[in-house]
């Protein structure tokens, strides 16, 4: 298995511009994850899936991002318009299970840098 | 907010040298797990303690976990320069739609 897939690895943007980033979870993995990492606040969950429906999206920071998941194998988190706040390393996570009921650790992909100029 | 807190929050030993590693948490949990990142690049799962175990071992990998003081600790043994990474502590909370919430990390230099 290739593991978590995200794309794209870096993205450069110019304020208030539409940002798509995008995720392949690992195959029968059951839970997706958006994560946002930031040297001031650490890693902090987005929003989370369970068998493609959103679980919990209260780590959503504003409107301006929306996250989907259409099918088992593809996600998009969608910033619109984006914001220079917004720069971060966004990282992608799947699991067996939802968190509560599973004792399985989570893959999570390489991150997608974006900068937001 | 931070259910897991590590400490220290950087630790520099040499090579050979043991690394200890501490997380205190502020909620009853499901399970807790510790991960490591390397510089630029995303975290990897490296060992998932259950609130029902106090010790678990992989490889140079022992993780404890004490439910009445809501801590635990990774104990890297025989440390390489190739374990130069970040390491977070994560914990799951009680409940069917809990979530896994890290720590803020720990910041591992292993001098060769």
């Known amino acids: 298995d290739a593991g978590v897939i995200q794309s794209p690895r870096h993205e450069v943007t110019e304020m208030g511009q539409e940002v798509t980033l995008r995720c392949k979870p690992i195959?029968?993995?059951?839970?997706l994850f958006w994560y946002r990492q930031t040297m001031m606040r650490g890693l902090e969950l987005l929003i989370y899936f369970n068998n493609n429906v959103p679980i919990d999206d209260s780590g959503m920071p504003e409107d301006r991002f929306s996250a989907k998941m259409p099918n088992a194998s593809f996600s998009t988190l969608k910033i619109q318009p984006s914001e220079p706040r917004d720069s971060a390393v966004y990282f992608c996570a799947s699991s067996h299970r939802r968190p509560g009921t599973s004792n399985y650790g989570y893959t999570f992909g390489s991150g997608t840098r974006l900068t937001v100029v | 907010s931070q259910q897991g807190e590590e400490d220290p929050q950087a630790l520099s030993i040499q090579e050979g040298e043991n690394a200890t590693m501490n997380c205190s948490y502020k909620t009853s949990i499901n399970n807790l797990q510790w991960y490591r990142q390397n510089s630029g690049r995303g975290l990897v799962h490296l060992i998932l303690?259950?609130?029902?175990?106090r010790e678990k071992h992989s490889g140079r990998l022992r993780v404890t976990l004490d439910t009445s003081k809501k801590s635990s600790s990774l104990l890297i043994t025989a440390s390489r320069a190739a374990d130069t990474a970040s390491y977070f502590c994560?914990?799951?909370?009680?409940?069917?739609?809990?979530?896994?919430?890290f720590g803020k990390g720990i910041t591992l230099s292993v001098r060769p």
């Open positions: 303690i259950r609130s029902n175990e």
């Open positions: 994560a914990t799951v909370p009680t409940g069917a739609n809990s979530k896994l919430t």
């Open positions: 195959s029968g993995h059951n839970s």
